[in-house]
C-alpha cells in the first residue's frame, strides 16, 4: 500500500499503509466455499473464514429464490476483533482508539426479504486504555431483532446491556419507520451508583461536594410517553 501510494503519488495512501504496517497483526487469510446457480438463485457458503488486521469474520450463509420476491436467507456469523485501539489509531479515530480494544459477536439470522430475525445477536465490547477506569472493562449487548419489511416494523421483544457498573434491560418496538415513525417499549435500570459512574468516566464530575449524593439511582421508563395531565 505504501509502494502503491508513492508510486500513484497519493499521500494519503502512502500515510495510510505506513501507519497500518505498526500493526502487530498483519496476517491476512480467506477461506470461503461458495456454492452458486444463478439460475436458480440460490447461493450457498457453508464455511466462511476471512482474518485480517486482528479482526476475524468466520460463519455460513444460505440464500434461495434471489431471483423471486420472496428470497429465503439464513446463516450465521461471528466477529472478533482484538487489539483494535492501534488500529483504529491508524486509521486517525484517537477517541474509540483510546477506548475500545476488543469486540466479539454473534448473530444467527434466519427468514427472507419481507420477514427477518436476528437471533440470538449479542455483542461484547471490551474497553480499555488511558480513558478506561478499572481496565478491562466489558459492555454486553443481547437483542434479538425481528424486522418485517411490510409494515415496516422492528420488533426487540427483549435486550439487555450490562457492563459499567449497569444492567439496563427493557423492550422496544418501532414502527412506520420510513414514514411517520412510531416507538413503543420500556427501559429499566437496576439500581446503581451515579457518583461512582459520574466519578469514573466523568472527569469533570469529581468534585467533593457530590460525596453525599447520587449514590443510588434506578430507572424505569415506558414509551410512548404519555402526555401532562392538563387541569
Known amino acids: 500500500m505504501q509502494v502503491a501510494g508513492k508510486m500513484a503519488g497519493e499521500s494519503r495512501l502512502s500515510d495510510l499503509g505506513s501507519q497500518l504496517s505498526r500493526i502487530p497483526q498483519k496476517k ?33 450463509v444460505a440464500a434461495s429464490r434471489l431471483n423471486a420476491g420472496d428470497s429465503d ?5 461471528v466477529l472478533e476483533g ?29 427468514g427472507h426479504n419481507q420477514n427477518l430475525t436476528l437471533d440470538p445477536l449479542n455483542v461484547r465490547l ?4 488511558k480513558k478506561t477506569p478499572k481496565a478491562p472493562v466489558f459492555v454486553t449487548l443481547d437483542a434479538p431483532v425481528q424486522w ?12 439487555s446491556i450490562s457492563g459499567l457498573d449497569l444492567a439496563v434491560s427493557g423492550s422496544l418496538t418501532a ?14 435500570a437496576a439500581p446503581f451508583n451515579l457518583r461512582q459512574l ?8 469529581r468534585k467533593p461536594r457530590m460525596t453525599g449524593c447520587f449514590r443510588k439511582w434506578a430507572l424505569k421508563l415506558r414509551l410512548p410517553v404519555p402526555p401532562p395531565i392538563s387541569g
Open 148 to 159: 418485517q419489511m411490510d409494515p415496516q416494523k422492528l420488533n426487540v421483544p427483549s435486550f
Open 126 to 129: 471490551g474497553l480499555a486504555g
Open 28 to 60: 491476512f487469510h480467506a477461506d470461503m466455499a461458495v456454492d452458486m446457480d444463478l439460475e436458480q438463485g440460490r447461493v450457498l457458503v457453508p464455511n466462511l473464514d476471512i482474518a485480517a488486521l486482528g479482526i476475524t469474520l468466520k460463519g455460513n
Open 198 to 205: 459520574a466519578k469514573n468516566w466523568l472527569s469533570s464530575c
Open 175 to 188: 414502527e412506520n419507520i420510513r414514514t411517520s415513525p412510531e416507538f413503543s417499549g420500556s427501559v429499566a
Open 73 to 77: 436467507l439464513a446463516g450465521e456469523v
Open 82 to 110: 482484538k487489539d483494535l485501539g492501534r488500529l483504529l489509531k491508524a486509521l486517525n479515530q484517537t477517541n474509540p482508539g483510546d477506548l475500545l480494544d476488543t469486540v466479539t459477536g454473534r448473530v444467527r439470522f434466519n
